[in-house]
């Protein structure tokens, strides 16, 4: 794949997430206008799904519940819209497959088109109004770094951000990546940020992805060129709602031995989509591609990334810091120090925290 082709997959990846931005004003629908639909979604799924004899069923369980009256009271193309979207996933246990109703989507047809400038730049906006997707940067009791990851851009627009939080975190003892809100985004940019977390000069072969469209095969490797590098113990928490690109990145962590699992089973979504038109500006995600591991020549779809220590999502972070303190005290050299870990873990096994002192001391 060339360059350009590739910096076009990937901002188009990650961007498309943000779709639903372009929602407007329902139409009506008849039942004319339904099994229209019905059909034209049965061509594009048969065409494209990665499964294709999953596929099949999928589109005729759709067709044969529209010929029974099933959607009868979907009266508009919002409604119509939503009713796919939980009977595509019903009926594939596919978590990828959606429906939606949107304005102005135009189905890629061939090869991808380069973004006009303004485009890039607009896009380049979006990612930086969201923080790239980093929700939180601390520094957590006992010189323990946490970085809270909500999506994953391109790396493009955020290679930087990543570069920058990892400067940051680059004193710490060890690192907490948070991932338990991570719904997704650009395998490309996974790619780049599991860069940071081996030495320079490990070049890793992480996964590949296979489009059935059009017959590809793509590569993704860390990226020799990330410089700031981080070889501390990392703890990485995740929940059920940790889905696709969050969990690419906490499974190449596991599979890698890079990095600890505290958390929740994963959403179990491998498989990455392509955006088609349905009509009546109805427009579906069908998982067009699958992803192979590199190192388990297999995938999380269905099954989702099991975390190396389970615990409810919401008490994964107290149980990454605890077990992350418990190392420190274990390793400390000096007793004062070890005396402030000890402390500082106590107080996390408790829940507690250090409160703010604003006075003259």
């Keep these: 794949m060339s360059g350009k082709k590739k910096l076009v997959a990937s901002v188009v990846f990650s961007m498309l997430l943000s779709v639903s931005a372009l929602a407007v004003e329902d139409l009506p629908l008849n039942a004319s206008d339904r099994a229209a639909i019905v059909q034209t979604l049965a061509e594009k799924i048969n065409a494209n799904y990665i499964d294709p004899a999953l596929g099949e069923k999928v589109g005729r369980a759709i067709a044969d519940k529209n010929a029974k009256g099933g959607y009868a009271s979907a009266a508009s193309a919002k409604a119509f819209s939503e009713a ?13 497959f959606s429906a939606g109703f949107y304005e102005g989507f135009r189905e890629r047809n061939g090869a991808a088109e380069v973004p006009s400038r303004a485009k890039m730049e607009e896009w380049r906006e979006q990612a930086a109004r969201r923080g790239y997707d980093i929700d939180k940067i601390e520094r957590l009791p006992g010189n323990v770094g946490y970085i809270e990851l909500r999506g994953f851009g391109g790396p493009e627009f955020s290679g930087p951000a990543y570069g920058a939080a990892m400067s940051l975190m680059a004193g710490t003892d060890a690192l907490i990546l948070d991932l338990r809100r ?104 069908i998982p067009t591609s699958r992803t192979t591991n590199f190192v388990t020549k297999t995938n999380w779809e269905h099954v989702g990334v099991k975390p190396d220590i389970a615990v409810p999502a919401a008490q994964a972070l107290q149980a990454a810091h605890t077990a992350i303190l418990r190392n420190l005290v274990a390793s400390a050299k000096d007793d004062s120090e070890r005396k402030e870990l000890q402390r500082q873990l106590a107080m996390v096994e408790k829940g507690e925290t250090d409160k703010p002192v604003y006075t003259p001391r």
């Excluded at 796919?84 to 990828?96: E, P, V």
């Excluded at 981080?230 to 929940?239: A, F, G, H, N, R």
């Excluded at 059920?240 to 499974?251: H, K, L, N, P």
């Design 84 to 96: 796919l979207n939980a009977d595509l996933r019903k009926f594939s246990s596919d978590g990828h």
């Design 182 to 285: 991570n719904g997704g985004g650009s395998p490309a940019g996974v790619a780049y940020l599991m860069s940071h977390f081996f030495p320079l000069g490990d070049h890793r072969h992480l996964i590949d992805i296979y489009n059935r469209p059009d017959d590809t095969t793509r590569q993704f490797w860390t990226v020799p060129s990330v410089a700031q590098r981080y070889d501390k113990p990392v703890y990485v928490l995740t929940s059920a709602r940790t889905f696709s690109a969050g969990e690419d990145c906490a499974y190449d962590f596991q599979v890698q031995k890079r990095g600890t699992l505290v958390g929740e089973t994963t959403g179990g979504a491998s498989n990455p989509v392509g955006w088609f038109s349905v009509g009546h500006e109805i427009v579906v995600s």
